[in-house]
Nanobody, 113 residues
Framework: VQLVESGGGLVQPGGSLRLSCVASGIIFSSYTMGWYRQAPGKQRELVAM???????NYAESVKGRFTISRDNAKNTVSLQMNNLKPEDTALYYC????????WGQGTQVTVSS
């Protein structure tokens, strides 16, 4: 299983970023996909997830600002992040879950003026 994230970077407060994760080595449509994040000195936390049927779940802190989506034809899960805040600064990890959880290497998101 390989998960490759992209799209992180430095953005000012109020800005937007779009993270993408391309999966290989799995039957993508059979997996729950999602994003976790980990800020320095904090535990890893679930940001958003999308199940095989397309239903989604979000952390309270990102509801209304972040949108997760999946493209089964492209083996890709994306996270559109709008109205970013400094507290969104973290390393963002893509994951794939069915019988076990596989992780990407992470992509850094920094929100700062």
């Amino acid at each position: 299983v390989q998960l490759v994230e992209s799209g992180g970077g430095l953005v000012q407060p109020g800005g937007s970023l779009r993270l993408s994760c391309v999966a290989s080595g799995i039957i993508f449509s059979s997996y729950t996909m999602g994003w976790y994040r980990q800020a320095p000195g904090k535990q890893r936390e679930l940001v958003a997830m999308i199940i095989t049927g397309g239903s989604t779940n979000y952390a309270e802190s990102v509801k209304g600002r972040f949108t997760i989506s999946r493209d089964n034809a492209k083996n890709t899960v994306s996270l559109q992040m709008n109205n970013l805040k400094p507290e969104d600064t973290a390393l963002y990890y893509c994951y794939a879950r069915r019988y076990r959880t596989d992780w990407g290497q992470g992509t850094q998101v920094t929100v700062s003026s």
